[in-house]
């Protein structure tokens, strides 16, 4: 999503991501961009900070051992990484998450492989207690720089119609 500029004061202006309710239709893709490439430190400080002990994660001896043959990057990494490079786009304004669903690990992710994704629309309703919001929900999916399918899963979100986002609505 390209920011758009919102005009603050006199020769001032705000950038703003993300869509509203009216923006998303059913079958768009979006592409999400820059790619992120995954380093030995992101896997080791995200395991450690999660509590993930498992050896599996940043033990290259015990991961040598195992049928992949060097450490994994912690899943739950790949999940975040590829959620927040979707969220200048379809998620920047958004309410709330309302929820996540059929999260699929479908192939292993290694430090140095650098992440892409993309999210299709799935569904898109106006909400029937707020108004001012609707609800989305969109499949993404992330790859690996040879193409490959990672991970993917479905979000659902409570999204703001235009003119009711924070960014519309407050001075901050």
């Given amino acids: 999503m390209v920011a758009t500029a919102k005009e603050v004061g006199k020769n001032r202006y705000r950038e703003s991501y993300g869509r ?3 923006d998303f239709n059913i079958g768009d893709i979006y592409e999400h961009r820059p790619g992120r490439t995954l380093t ?3 896997n080791t400080w995200f395991t450690l900070l999660t509590m993930n002990q ?4 940043f033990d290259t001896e015990y991961a040598s051992k ?3 043959g060097k450490p994994l990057v912690n899943s739950c990494l790949t999940l975040s990484i590829v959620a927040g490079m979707s969220v200048s786009d379809i998620s920047q304004k958004t309410i709330a998450n ?3 669903d059929k999260i699929k ?3 292993p992710v290694y ?8 999210s299709v629309v799935l569904s898109k309703r106006e909400s029937k207690s707020r108004p001012t919001q609707g609800i989305v929900s969109v499949r993404t999916t992330g790859f690996n720089q040879d193409g490959k399918e990672v991970i993917s899963y479905e979000r ?7 003119g009711h986002a924070v960014d519309d609505v407050a001075d901050y």
């Fill in 105 to 107: 690990l479908t192939a």
């Fill in 156 to 162: 659902t979100m409570l999204i703001p119609k235009k």
């Fill in 40 to 42: 030995e430190s992101d």
């Fill in 54 to 57: 498992h050896p599996l994660h």
């Fill in 20 to 22: 509203y309710l009216e």
């Fill in 66 to 68: 195992s049928e992949f």
């Fill in 98 to 100: 309302l929820g996540w």
């Fill in 111 to 118: 430090v140095g492989d650098t992440l892409y994704a993309e």
